[in-house]
């Protein structure tokens, strides 16, 4: 029987060490941008959020000469009396145009305009070109919003919604708003699911990395989900107490039966 129990002994600790040597995560494995360059980087400016399919739009019309101001009103009826225009985009209680499946809004006199992959200021200049190339206005400027930003945040423990408020949000700001990422979270597995043409991409980043900042995903677009892969050991860490629970007990029960097999051998 001891040679029974220095066996289970033996495995016992070689779990325990298995779990303890694999559980390591050093500072390297988990640290952000790692090859940050010590005078800093340039920023790339072409990424940007653009129009998407069943994006909601605040579009508002505004003119610099008070003798136009009956003619604002078609293309700001929308908007109800009383309502203020939220230029920081969090008034999600006033109606938008809403982007169809073919990337198209319904603008008052403009009539069906593609608005589909076109940035916030892109959006904003189109209409007042239009709107000055056709005569309505002489001189109009377009503020436009998204009404709809936010991003999805997904982990094997629950997930999150993060609705963005200043039109931009980037793939590092997302991971803080969403409360950043555990020691058992592999950096190297951090996808982010888009819509492109019409189908679900997959694209992984790595935060250890300054290469992100040049990546097109880099920028997330509205919708975008971001989910995360767990280390296998995180497995092993959370069911260590029940192993240890359960090799325990086994030993107790082996222990007694030994006792009492010894004293029901005796003469």
């Not at 555990?182 to 019409?198: A, F, K, P």
């Not at 040049?214 to 995180?234: A, C, G, M």
Request: proline share 4%; hydrophobic share 40%; with cysteine.
């Amino acid at each position: 029987m001891s040679m029974k129990m220095n066996k289970i002994t033996l495995c016992f600790l070689l779990a325990v060490l298995v779990v303890c040597f694999s559980s390591c995560v050093t500072p390297r494995s988990v640290r952000y941008l790692q090859d940050m360059p010590k005078y800093g980087m340039p920023i790339n400016q072409t990424l940007e959020a653009t129009v998407a399919p069943y994006d909601e739009l605040r579009i508002l019309v505004l003119s610099s000469t008070s003798k136009e101001e009956e003619l604002l009103k078609p293309f700001n009826a929308i908007y109800s009396m009383g309502q203020n225009f939220n230029y920081g985009g969090n008034n999600t209680n006033m109606s938008g145009y809403l982007v169809d499946a073919a990337g198209y809004i319904e603008f008052p006199v403009l009539g069906k305009l593609h608005v589909e992959g076109l940035t916030r200021e892109q959006l904003q200049d189109t209409i007042a070109s239009q709107l000055k190339s056709n005569g309505q206005l002489k001189d109009p400027m377009v503020i436009a919003r998204f009404l709809n930003f936010r991003v999805y945040f997904l982990t094997s423990s629950g997930g999150k919604v993060i609705n963005i408020t200043n039109e931009r949000c980037t793939f590092l700001e997302a991971l803080a708003m969403a409360g950043g990422l555990d020691w058992y979270t592999r950096r190297d597995r951090i996808g982010v699911m888009r819509e492109v043409n019409g189908k679900r991409v997959i694209h992984y980043l790595d935060p250890r990395s300054t290469d992100i900042f040049n990546d097109e995903f880099y920028v997330l677009q509205q919708n975008d989900i971001i989910f995360t892969e767990e280390r296998p050991i995180k497995f092993f860490t959370n069911n260590l107490s029940l192993f240890v629970g359960t090799i325990s007990s086994l030993a107790s029960i082996l222990t007694i039966y030994a006792l009492v097999k010894t004293y029901i051998s005796k003469p």
